[in-house]
C-alpha cells in the first residue's frame, strides 16, 4: 500500500508486465538471473543473518567492483556519482 500510495503523490504511472513476457522488463530479469546464477542456486543458507552477509557482500561486488557495458564500462556507483556531477556542473 505504501508503493500505491507514493505513486499517486507522485503522479508516476504504475504499469505490470504481462504473464510470461520477462522481455517487457529486460533490466530486471538480467538483474534477477545473475542473483540467482552467481549467488542464490550456489549458495546454501543456515541463517537469516548469514543470508543477509551474503546478499549485502555480492551486492556490493555488484555494484562496487564491476564494469556494466550499458553504462559505458563503469561501474553502477561510478556513473551514478559521474551523472550526478555532469548535472552539477551543466
Known sequence: MAVLKWLQETGIDWYYTDPCKPQQNAFI?????KLRD??????LFSSLAETRDTLNAWQEDYYTHRPHAALGILMPREFGKKTMMDKLVA
Do not use: I
Open 38 to 43: 552467481e549467488c542464490l542456486n550456489e549458495t
Open 29 to 33: 530479469e538480467n538483474f534477477d538471473g
